[in-house]
């Protein structure tokens, strides 16, 4: 027996005042996938996560969320869900510790110094967890914000531009942390609009323009359509090889 979908939409769409962000909406994520939502800048990716997170109540449609309802079931899901937004919503005022401890304070649980210090550690933020944030690079913001993520193990995991602002080596920590994601079981969306990093391991993507989604299928079948059949071989390699120094924002 096929398992429920992590994630169902049906004619989901979102008006802010006479503006569509998004426009009928059909999507379904089964559990455990990696999807990458690629398009150009107000595609629409961002409402679409915070759709799907429960911060963005739809204008119309269904959106049903492991096994949720919006908007009526909004507090379950945002408890089995977390959004990585593109600028960290971090508070400045703050240390980096600070603020992770507030996360987990905020989500009912009292961190130990330990596990504090084990997730600034696996982000390289050791030396800068007594800092104020507000003295922080935007790469240090993203990383810390990633910290903060992998404090709240979730079923949907919700990234939005997750490779912005950060160096190589941060780039590289967040397709681990997807991969070690990935491997938990959790159901990964991933919004970007660097599509040669968004394909690398994704299962799905969908491709977003002006509120709608355009296009979906798999990564194979994208390369196809943009390059044809005899250079999609290439053409992943050279996805691969592609962005590595990206620090893009927007979506």
Do not use: C
């Not at 991969?179 to 040669?196: D, I, K, M, P």
């Amino acid at each position: 027996m096929a398992a429920d979908p992590a994630l169902r939409l049906q004619g989901v769409g979102k008006r802010f005042g006479r503006t569509w962000a998004l426009r009928s909406v059909d999507l379904e994520v089964q559990p455990g996938q990696l999807v990458a939502l690629i398009g150009p800048n107000g595609a629409g990716k961002t409402t679409l996560l915070k759709a799907v997170g429960g911060l963005h109540r739809a204008t119309t449609g269904t959106t049903e969320v492991l096994g949720f309802t919006l908007p009526e079931d909004e507090d379950m899901v945002r408890v089995h869900s977390t959004l990585l937004p593109p600028h960290g919503y971090l508070y400045e005022q703050l240390t980096g510790l600070e603020n992770l401890r507030f996360a987990r304070l905020m989500a009912g649980v009292r961190p130990s110094r330990r596990e504090l210090d084990a997730a600034l550690e696996r982000v390289d933020l050791v030396e800068a967890g007594d800092e104020r944030v507000g003295g922080y690079s935007s790469g240090m913001k993203k990383r810390l914000a990633i910290a903060r993520l992998l404090l709240r193990p979730v079923e949907l995991v919700l990234m939005d531009e997750p490779y912005a602002s950060l160096d190589a080596g941060g780039i590289d920590l967040v397709d681990t942390i997807i991969g070690e994601l990935r491997g938990s079981g959790a159901t990964v969306l991933v919004a970007s609009h660097r599509w040669e990093r968004a394909i690398r391991e994704a299962d799905r993507l969908v491709v977003m323009e002006r509120g709608r989604i355009t296009w979906t299928g798999t990564p194979g079948e994208w390369m196809e359509k943009r390059e044809g059949p005899a250079d999609t071989r290439r053409g992943r390699s050279e996805a691969r090889g592609a962005d590595e120094g990206d620090t893009g924002t927007g979506g």
